[in-house]
């Protein structure tokens, strides 16, 4: 695995930025400055950090209901995106869209989905947009366990692995449907072995081992990029906190469970193999974290600064010239 | 001038503009045998049946620089895609703040009168123009259909093309040399004094058929195409009635929550129209049931011009009663 120690310490101060956005929404959410709900992807940052370290500007990525961490691994500007949580002008989306529907067209992030599986044809879209450009560039569907099971994946994988797009659809498996268990709603235990109905490759990776995420992403990123076609990678990983922030929602995952997955950390994971290997100390480790914290402050500064829409900038945007 | 039927002039709308715009292609489940001759099989592509892929696979090529058409054939087949047109397409461009355009051409068939009973003749139009953010059309003629198509795939946000199954066989004078037809403006497809008929697809065909007729007793009919329903000419329609004083509207689907209701609030909600109408306004539409398979019961469910007939004499004699629908 050729990732140098700049790399590395680059993936990780990424997971540590998604961390800390992510407690700050949650706690702003809490506190009444975030409206509507809140999705954390704390547990599971070495998923997007892992897959999108294997992609290039160019490569484009579609998420999911839980999409802060493929935002901020995808390179978005937090300022924008606190701002969007925030309601106000200076949001990537004006304020229109909350945390459900984050998208930056500019870094190839085509958006959050508040619909399970909704944006896996739209990506299949993006994909088939650059296999006509022929300009080697790939796309990732990121998706949950739950969308699994429904229709426009199995749709696009045909498409895709009869068309031979140059795609990556990453099934992060956390195990729940919202509160369903994926136990009670799978006939198989393995998404990626669905890949074998399609003709493809399906790799089921430790979700929380950043490493094992990055080298399966990278060999799916060269055999898209040649021109052989989509593969399915299944990250097995687990979000710690319940489905959405709001309040009164059931979570029926025992306290063992969670806290056995949270001494399976990915981040004092990768952190311990930087420190262990000689990479970092810990001193730099701290300062890392301070980096990441500082970062999450300044958004929540500009956010705070950002005005609220006006009431008549609802009609704005309807129709694009 | 040369005469195409309305499914000729589909083809060459959408032929016209390939040639000029290499971003254009074209997906659908049964591809047009001369399109695919004269742009191959990348340009015009055989898909799966996945309707529901394929419409947001149009989303997203669209946000990547493509402008893609995707033909649902008949309007039935939209509706496993119901999440991608609904939650996706109607909402992307306002939902992102307006980020990236979304160029995408949706065509279906609507419609009835070719014994496919319930589940292939079905307009169900006024259940996409309830969403808010795409447009639509219905064209009643070739000439219509061809300069609306070629307006909408120049279009820079997702257009619903609904062409009407009874008419693909019908044949009108296209010109030639090039045109469009702006979205949002209403033919007047006939001058009249007494009364106003707002009609769509097939329905102006019945409607000038009856105006003719009612010539004869010297009552003169004013046939209104809105041609295209979001944006629908509102001004062209008050403008008629406030003329007339009466309204009456034809439309194949059936009346509740639908274009017929559009047009009658659009109308009746203006205090200068409302002010100058001498009859409640008439609605004539599909019966309220599934469409049935046998001749005698299809016919009967749908309007045709007798009933726009009886329509208008109720509108003249004002009556204020409301029969059929």
């Known amino acids: 695995m050729n990732l140098s120690p700049d790399k590395q310490r680059e993936m990780l101060r990424q997971m540590l930025t998604i961390r800390h956005f992510e407690e700050r929404a949650s706690a702003d959410y809490h506190a009444g400055k975030i409206y509507g709900v809140v999705h954390c992807y704390i547990g599971e940052e070495a998923v997007a950090v892992g897959v999108c370290s294997a992609l290039e500007t160019g490569d484009q990525i579609i998420s999911t209901h839980r999409g802060h961490g493929h935002c901020i691994a995808k390179g978005a500007d937090l300022n924008r995106m606190m701002a969007e949580l925030y309601g106000r002008q200076g949001g990537y989306c004006k304020g229109k869209g909350g945390s459900m529907h984050i998208a930056d067209f500019g870094i190839g992030m085509l958006g959050a989905n508040g619909i399970v599986a909704g944006g896996i044809s739209i990506v299949t879209g993006a994909g088939l947009a650059a296999q006509m450009d022929g300009n080697g560039r790939v796309a990732v569907s990121f998706f949950g366990d739950g969308a699994s099971n429904a229709g426009p994946f199995h749709e696009c994988l045909n498409i895709a692995a009869t068309w031979k797009l140059p795609m990556i659809y990453v099934c992060e498996n956390n195990m729940y ?15 990626a072995g669905r890949a074998a109905g399609y003709g493809i490759p399906g790799v089921v990776v430790d979700g929380n081992d950043i490493f094992g995420v990055y080298q399966a992403a990278a060999r799916a990123v060269a055999r898209a990029r040649a021109g052989e076609g989509p593969t399915l990678i299944e990250c097995k990983t687990y979000r710690w906190r319940a489905h959405t922030e709001r309040a009164g929602q059931p979570d029926f995952r025992t306290a063992e469970e969670i806290e056995a997955w949270k001494t399976k950390d990915p981040i004092a994971r990768l952190s311990g193999q930087l420190i262990a290997q000689g990479s970092m100390s810990e001193a730099d480790l701290k300062a890392l974290d301070q980096e990441a ?29 | 001038m040369r005469e195409l039927t309305y499914a000729q002039a589909g083809v060459e709308a959408v032929a016209e503009e390939m040639r000029v715009d290499p971003r254009i292609f074209y997906m659908s489940t049964d591809p047009i045998m001369p399109l695919v001759k004269e742009f191959g099989d990348k340009r015009v592509r055989a898909t799966p049946i996945a309707e529901a892929a394929l419409t947001g696979i149009s989303i997203g090529a669209a946000g990547s620089g493509y402008r893609p058409i995707m033909d649902w054939r008949q309007v039935t087949f939209s509706f496993v895609a119901m999440d991608q047109i609904v939650n996706q397409a109607a909402k992307i461009h306002y939902m992102f703040g307006g980020q990236r355009t979304f160029p995408i051409l949706y065509r279906a068939n609507v419609g009835g009168g070719t014994r496919l009973a319930a589940q292939h ?98 009552i003169s009919v004013e046939v209104i195409d809105p041609r295209t329903l979001v944006p629908l000419d509102v001004e062209t329609i008050r403008a008629s009635v406030r003329k007339t004083g009466r309204l009456v509207v034809a439309d194949e689907a059936g009346p509740t929550a639908g274009f017929s209701a559009e047009v009658a609030a659009v109308a009746t909600e203006d205090p200068e129209t409302f002010a100058r109408m001498k009859s409640p306004v008439r609605r004539v539409c599909a019966l309220n049931v599934p469409i049935p398979y046998s001749p005698p019961l299809e016919d009967h469910v749908f309007p045709d011009r007798k009933r726009i007939m009886a329509g208008i004499r109720d509108v003249l004699e004002g009556a204020r009663s409301v029969r059929g629908g």
């Open chain 1, 293 to 321: 914290l500082a970062s999450i402050a300044a958004s929540v500064a500009f956010a705070e600064a950002s005005p609220f829409p006006t009431p008549e900038q609802a009609l704005e945007d309807m129709y694009a010239a």
């Open chain 2, 121 to 218: 003749c079905q307009c169900p139009y006024s259940m996409f123009m309830n969403l808010s953010g795409l447009k639509m059309f219905l064209p009643s003629t070739p000439y219509d259909l061809k300069g609306l198509l070629k307006t909408a795939i120049r279009d820079n946000n997702p257009v619903i093309s609904f062409e009407s199954n009874r008419l693909l066989t019908t044949k009108g004078p296209v010109p030639e040399e090039d045109y469009t037809i702006p979205l949002g403006v209403a033919d007047i497809k006939r001058k009249g004094t007494d009364v106003t008929i707002v009609a769509i697809a097939w329905l102006v065909h019945e409607a000038l058929a009856a105006a003719e007729e009612l010539a004869k007793s010297g």
């Open chain 1, 177 to 191: 449907a919202a509160q369903t268990a994926a136990a009670a709603t799978h006939a198989m235990p393995d998404v």
